[in-house]
């Protein structure tokens, strides 16, 4: 009885043996497999008439994965005060062409919730037609945002008008606000002094408050302590595109807004120019990004919702998967165990 080696060790065979015999012998699918029979490779057709002799060195071998696969977590739902909503990713209805292309880019990005200004001049468009004509009050909450106040008291004011407002419609968006409070036209960066006043007022007021902010952590922190329902760091000026230029003072951001609170939710808010740039974001652990002119602006503005849509998912479960280290090498992704010994 013919002794050989197989994969190395040591295996005893009746006489006479084929490597048809082996693979039998072993319960081995021939078709998944690469058989070595003393390094010459023996081809699956001649596997029968493929003898073997004490002493063979016998090698099988298969495929692995190049790496090894992370399975995410199931994620939650994304919750802000008494809301919860499946998509992470905000949209805005500015700056669109037309108000059918803004109901197509909406749909296309999935999004739960929109944000609507109250202006006394855009009531209705040429047509006669209202914006909220073309938002889906039964699929979509509408947050209302107090966008292009200067001051607390505009603010205040602006989101008085939109609660009322959105409670004749009966939509839940009348229970909160996304607050705006800038300092200048020209950055459009928010006043932190009268941002913290207008959240505090509001907040007494009953409002689920949003916060519109620079990515100061140091006023991150005062916004929640104030009662701020979500703190939403810029992750760049309104409008420029320029995506996440301060991820270091974001992830503080975080840091100081989930101490002992690891569910309250951060969303990026302002910035964003293109998909990769919410991947970022939602990399960071941010729960959410809040974006308009991005996909408004874009050229294909429908294209533009999906990308943003698909990169919120992806951002998201990178971030529940969680990364690997950056080293300095290289680190082989395939294992080496099981590997074909050379000769030495």
């Not at 390094?39 to 099988?60: F, K, S, W, Y």
Request: overall charge neutral; some cysteine.
């Amino acid at each position: 009885m013919p002794t050989i080696t197989v994969n190395a060790e040591s295996k005893t065979l009746p006489d006479p043996s084929t490597v048809a015999d082996l693979l039998h012998s072993l319960g081995k699918d021939p078709k998944k497999l690469a058989v070595e029979v003393n390094r010459n490779v023996v081809p699956r057709a001649e596997h029968p008439r493929c003898r073997l002799a004490d002493g063979d060195a016998v090698e099988i071998v298969t495929l692995v994965g190049g790496g090894s696969g992370v399975a995410p977590p199931a994620d939650t739902s994304l919750k802000v005060g008494p809301f919860t909503f499946k998509s992470r990713l905000f949209t805005g209805t500015g700056k669109y062409a037309s108000n059918e292309l803004m109901q197509q880019s909406m749909e296309a990005s999935g999004c739960d919730v929109t944000t609507v200004a109250v202006r006394r001049e855009r009531l209705f468009d040429k047509d006669g037609r209202s914006l909220l004509d073309f938002l889906d009050l039964k699929k979509l909450t509408i947050l209302p945002n107090t966008a292009g106040c200067f001051s607390a008291d505009d603010a205040i004011r602006h989101a008085r008008l939109a609660r009322e407002l959105l409670s004749n419609l009966e939509n839940p968006g009348a229970q909160w606000v996304k607050l705006e409070c800038l300092a200048d036209k020209k950055t459009l960066l928010p006043d932190p002094v009268d941002t913290l006043k207008a959240t505090e007022q509001l907040v007494k007021e009953g409002f689920t408050v949003l916060v519109y902010t620079s990515d100061d952590p140091v006023l991150a922190k005062r916004l929640k302590a104030a009662g701020a329902a979500s703190v939403m760091p810029a992750g760049s000026p309104i409008g420029s595109g320029q995506g996440i230029l301060n991820p270091n003072n974001i992830r503080i951001c975080l840091e100081y807004l989930k101490e002992g609170d690891p569910d309250y939710p951060v969303i990026v808010d302002a910035g964003v120019g293109t998909a990769s740039d919410v991947s970022v974001a939602m990399e960071l652990g941010c729960d959410g990004v809040l974006l308009n002119t991005a996909i408004a602006s874009a050229k294909d503005p429908v294209r533009m919702a999906w990308a943003m849509r698909y990169a919120t998912d992806a951002g998201r479960l990178a971030y529940l998967a969680g990364r690997i280290p950056k080293k300095l090498y290289a680190n082989a992704s395939s294992p080496t165990e099981g590997m074909i010994q050379g000769s030495k």
